[in-house]
């Protein structure tokens, strides 16, 4: 048990960039999920619309804890975005999302598809062992991701950056941070996050 130590190791205001050298550390994973993890939060109609594009007839929740006025029971976000004019899921921002998503939609689509809001793309995997840096590999915790507008692994406020952090095991490794780092013309740029 145990959740994954994530490292920034980019950071830029460029978010074809920023994806770009989020593509690195994947390409040196020996296996690479067929899904990603799609992250989002949705603040205008537009932004929701691109996301539900890439993401066709997954559910959004609300931002926040919702209950119903009268009952006082948990609301879902139940629209479907799709079939709704621009005024009806207005009243319903910020919406998120948060799914595993085909991975050829998420990366043909993913920058035609950023608005305004945080969102994330997480590619979950297994690195080859690499007994030069005295690091297994391990598929629970291998990976890496990029977050649009923010500078956080677990989603936290809105930044201009966008950042790159690369997954290793829940005991953390230095060491093969900095060589995945380094593969991607960045460097750690500090402590390591909580991760997956």
Known sequence: MGNSRAYPVFRTTDAAEAYRRAGRPC?????????????????????????????PGLPF????????????????FDLDVTALDDAAPAGHLPPTFSEEVGRERVEDGILAALGEGT???????????????????????????????GDEAQYGHWTEEHTVFVHVTKFGDPPRARKLAAHIGGEVLGEAQLGW
């Not at 040196?28 to 890439?54: G, M, N, S």
């Not at 009268?70 to 879902?76: A, F, P, Q, R």
């Not at 005295?134 to 915790?141: A, E, L, N, T, V």
């Open 61 to 76: 929740d609300y931002a926040g804890t919702r209950t119903g006025p009268t009952t006082g029971d948990h609301l879902w």
């Open 119 to 149: 969102a994330s793309v997480e590619w979950h995997g297994c690195r080859p062992d690499d007994p030069e840096a005295d690091s297994d590999g391990y598929p629970k915790y291998d990976g890496a991701h990029v977050v649009f507008h």
């Open 27 to 55: 390409a040196l994973l020996e296996q690479v999920e067929d899904k990603v993890w799609l992250f989002a939060e949705l603040p205008t109609v537009r932004d929701v619309r691109q996301i539900a594009a890439i993401a």
